[in-house]
T-cell receptor, first 113, second 112 residues
Framework: DVKVTQSSRYLVKRTGEKVFLECVQD?????MFWYRQDPGLGLRLIYFSYDVKMKEKGDIPEGYSVSREKKERFSLILESASTNQTSMYLCASSLSSRGNEQFFGPGTRLTVL | GNSVTQMEGPVTLSEEAFLTINCTYT??????LFWYVQYPGEGLQLLLK?????DKGSNKGFEATYRKETTSFHLEKGSVQVSDSAVYFC???????????FGAGTRLFVKA
């Protein structure tokens, strides 16, 4: 069974802390994505990666960075967490061919105090 | 640009009622279309998809037909169950693209 796992389901951090969210997929997918989901705003793409060491900005990259050193792992980094980054963070992966759906992890609910 | 518009929720139905969630899209070329479902406390999962015009996707009693002439991909189910309560997202993947464009989501409540 295909699987996308995220390092934590719930995380509480303080303003100014550096936060790492990890995502691992076991499907040998080329593409990986980080979204945040907020009530009334749907899913918003933060960053995506279509290959190892490659990254592209999504719609809301400010305040975030990413790292993809291995094909199966895609990390989201909050350099200095702020309260407006309190959200649900979803990781996803997909194959690079027409019509391929994204597979999502269970999400990490991050609270920044 | 590419976009997806789906009906606002929440939608509240009684068990065994008929469900329609409307979805229309704007895209160049021939995108692939998807419905994803998110159950409480979980990530999204694919419900069904269609990759070309007139294709019908179906799964778990849900159906949607890719209508190019009306740029629509409406989700239907003949008889909903309490366990169908979730948030439903319509989405498109445009030709040659990496990114999926998601609609805002429609929350469905099914009462026993």
């Amino acid at each position: 069974d295909v699987k996308v796992t995220q390092s934590s389901r719930y995380l509480v951090k303080r303003t100014g802390e550096k936060v790492f969210l990890e995502c691992v997929q076991d499907m040998d997918h080329e593409n990986m994505f980080w979204y945040r989901q907020d009530p009334g705003l749907g899913l918003r793409l933060i960053y995506f990666s279509y290959d190892v060491k490659m990254k592209e900005k999504g719609d809301i990259p400010e305040g975030y960075s990413v790292s993809r050193e291995k094909k199966e792992r895609f990390s989201l980094i909050l350099e200095s967490a702020s309260t407006n980054q309190t959200s649900m963070y979803l990781c996803a992966s997909s194959l690079s061919s027409r019509g391929n759906e994204q597979f999502f992890g269970p999400g990490t609910r991050l609270t920044v105090l | 640009g590419n976009s997806v518009t789906q009906m606002e929720g929440p939608v509240t139905l009684s068990e065994e009622a008929f469900l329609t969630i409307n979805c229309t899209y704007t895209a160049t070329g021939y995108p692939s279309l998807f419905w994803y479902v998110q159950y409480p406390g979980e990530g999204l999962q694919l419900l069904l998809k269609a990759t070309k015009a007139d294709d019908k996707g179906s799964n778990k009693g849900f159906e949607a037909t890719y209508r190019k002439e009306t740029t629509s991909f409406h989700l239907e189910k003949g008889s909903v169950q309490v366990s169908d309560s979730a948030v439903y997202f319509c989405a498109l993947l445009y030709t040659g693209g990496f990114k999926t464009i998601f609609g805002a989501g429609t929350r469905l409540f099914v009462k026993a």
